[in-house]
């Protein structure tokens, strides 16, 4: 362990005047060794100074930790994703600049953090080696997720916001999800929601509002770097959970990389986003990636590039690579009788519920963004009447399904626009039914029914790493809302934001030979 010196609130300059600022730690007695870049909105000291600052300077790295426009003494305004990019580039030039600079660094984090990586990835060749934590090159489609939007998570972080232009910033992230809960259940238009939680307007909510469905516009090709990933020649390391927020997209920058040629890492554990139990794990393994790809030490890494928890299972197993190799995607139907098996459905008439938006399906559990978003009972959510429960017979042996997961629903609605949200539980011998993973998709009229009105509609759902136990059921659950991790349908295409009536939806569920409504598990 080195002693280190610390000096704080170095002020780096940006291309349009603006000052940022940085701690740079460093080991005593060290001379140009490599450095590790953190850019943080959350501020430089507490935990993000003690672990990464003096946790890292400790193994023989300079630490850069500094704070990102507007907030925490960085000069500018907080504009969220926006300006990762051009910052993140003005502090690398400014590194190179500097007497202490070895010629290579190293970049680390997690959330925003990770953002902050891949916004600057693919242009600078000196970066050798990335560790990135439950995030992605690009946030949008976790914003919309299947098409709708996340609300409760996309408000959470914009009231947390609200902290990080003060030194407030810690204090917010307690207070964030109660308020955020408390707005929602208000019954407001979205476009209000944010004055309710945060007590004034907040630019970034409302910019996620207007640009809601968007994919090329000049808003969002300026914060979504997923194109770039292909491009990236550092070394990169993930890790991430099962049940956050950002995992389907961090899975899909890995197979962007493995497409390129690259090999990263990739470790899946029994996590949510907040879950403070990443963050041992996610250090240790960044320590040994910076200093096998930084000092040439490799004696720490794994030998095989991919580890996963399987949950149910309870154990860590090592793969060559995502998705696991020698699995099976499976279709378990959904039957008459609301069941669930992999034979074909027989002829049958389809399932109907219907939705009101003014009294919404809720949610129980599943990804959010701060929050524990562990798996829980669901039987108090199946037991309502808007929605459809399929269950299998009792499985005689244990069934590990692990990767990616959808669904292909057969659906004939009364409305063009409205919401499928499809979740996969856990049915343990005494009933208790705990979810695994879920997923949504929002119908438009752009999704073409045929001559009979029924849609063939697919669902991803959040990727899995589970063993169904023997003596234990697999269930899907088919309902139209998941209130509020997403907000309610109205049934009306208006925009989001807006008020204006609120129509219920007629909603129907095929399950026969010409319209086999199936979940796709992939089994090892």
């Keep these: 362990m080195s002693r280190i010196t610390v000096r704080r609130d170095l002020p780096v300059p940006m291309h349009d005047g603006v000052t940022l600022l940085a701690d740079l730690y460093s080991p005593v007695g060290v001379s140009r060794p490599p450095t590790i870049l953190i850019r943080s909105p959350y501020g430089r000291g507490g935990m993000i100074g003690w672990m990464y600052g003096k946790g890292f300077a400790r193994q023989g790295f300079q630490v850069v930790v500094q704070s990102c426009r507007g907030g925490f003494g960085s000069g500018g305004l907080l504009d969220p994703l926006g300006d990762e990019h051009e910052d993140g580039l003005a502090t690398v030039a400014w590194m190179r600049a500097q007497p202490w600079y070895g010629g290579s660094f190293a970049m680390h984090g997690p959330s925003y953090l990770g953002f902050t990586q891949w916004a600057i990835a693919a242009e600078t060749p000196d970066l050798r080696a990335m560790a990135t934590q439950v995030t992605a090159s690009s946030f949008r489609e976790a914003a919309y997720v299947g098409g709708a939007f996340a609300l409760e998570s996309s408000l959470i972080w914009t009231t947390l916001t609200a902290g990080m232009e003060s030194r407030i910033g810690g204090a917010s992230a307690l207070l964030a999800p109660r308020r955020t809960r408390r707005a929602v259940l208000s019954g407001r238009p979205l476009g209000e929601l944010d004055r309710l939680s945060a007590g004034r307007p907040l630019p970034f909510f409302q910019d996620l509002l207007a640009h809601h469905g968007e994919v090329a516009s000049p808003y969002w090709r300026k914060r979504d770097f997923s194109a770039s990933v292909e491009r990236v020649a550092a070394e990169v390391t993930m890790t991430g959970g099962w049940y956050d927020v950002f995992l389907p997209w961090q899975l899909k920058d890995y197979a962007a990389m493995r497409a390129a040629g690259r090999q990263p890492y990739l470790t899946i554990g029994p996590w949510y986003h907040a879950d403070v139990r990443h963050g041992r794990t996610a250090n240790a393994d960044a320590l040994a990636w910076f200093r096998a790809h930084l000092l040439g030490d490799p004696s720490g890494l794994r030998a095989e590039p991919v580890r996963i928890f399987v949950t149910g299972a309870n154990e860590w197993r090592d793969y060559p690579d995502w998705p696991v190799p020698g699995t099976r995607t499976r279709r378990w139907h959904l039957q008459p009788g609301f069941n669930l098996g992999p034979e074909g459905p027989g002829t049958s008439s389809p399932d109907r519920y219907r939705y009101d938006p003014k009294y919404p399906t809720p949610v129980l559990g599943g990804p959010v963004l701060i929050g ?57 011998p005494d009933g208790v039914s705990r979810n695994v993973c879920e997923g949504v998709r929002r119908l438009t009229p752009a999704d073409v029914a045929d001559a009979d009105g029924v849609r063939r509609v697919l669902v991803e759902l959040w990727p899995i790493g589970h063993r169904f136990r023997r003596g234990h059921q697999i269930r899907v659950q088919v309902a139209s809302g998941a209130y509020p991790r997403i907000p309610r349908n109205p049934g009306t295409g208006q925009p989001l934001g807006s008020g204006g009536p609120m129509v219920a939806s007629d909603q129907e569920v095929f399950h026969d030979p010409t319209r086999p409504s199936a979940v796709l598990l992939p089994h090892q």
Excluded: K, M, Q
């Excluded at 199946?382 to 017979?393: F, K, Q």
């Design 372 to 428: 524990n978003s562990e798996p829980r009972d669901n039987r108090r959510l199946e037991a309502r009447r808007d929605v459809l429960v399929y269950t299998s017979p009792v499985l005689t042996a244990d069934t590990d399904v692990i990767g990616p997961v959808s669904a292909e629903l057969f659906v004939r609605t009364s409305r063009e626009h409205t919401d499928l949200v499809v979740r996969v539980c856990d049915v343990r």
